[in-house]
């Protein structure tokens, strides 16, 4: 599953994979922090470094004003967005991009348990500065 032309394939294929895990094994219908809860195992069992709901500050003009979480943070460079929906819609594709420009991260991962087959979206930020 690792693909050396995308930047951080040999972490996303790991996420991927334990995402498959807990897709095999609770399918769909659960609540969102189920499969939190699930990946968390997940992660842990493969030694996945990680952050849960993880929470930085918004800023706008250099100004504080408020904050964001991301389901997990993924050895500080991977973003991963949880839902448990019929469908994604581009409103989670958004929320998604938004959350790896609120962070300058380069990429994040979308999942989405709540269909009958799992969906996945890797996204990359267009905004992203090196530093």
């Known amino acids: 599953m690792v693909n050396e032309k995308y930047k951080y394939s040999d972490i996303t294929s790991k ?8 897709h095999k094994i609770l399918g769909n ?6 499969y939190q809860r699930a990946l968390e195992v997940e992660f842990c069992r493969n030694k996945i ?3 849960r709901e993880f ?8 100004e ?37 420009e609120a962070y300058n991260l380069e990429v994040g991962l979308l999942i989405n348990f709540g269909s009958e087959s799992l969906e996945m979206k890797r996204l990359m930020n267009s905004k992203y500065k090196s530093s």
């Open 49 to 51: 470094l990680f952050n």
């Open 15 to 22: 996420i991927i994979g334990c995402t498959i895990d807990v």
């Open 29 to 34: 219908g659960f609540q969102e922090v189920i």
């Open 55 to 62: 929470e930085m500050p918004i800023s706008y003009k250099n």
């Open 64 to 100: 504080i004003i408020g904050t964001r979480r991301v389901d997990f943070l993924v050895e500080d460079k991977v973003s991963v967005e949880l839902k448990a929906i019929i469908k994604l819609e581009n409103v989670h594709y958004a929320q998604a991009i938004n959350y790896l």
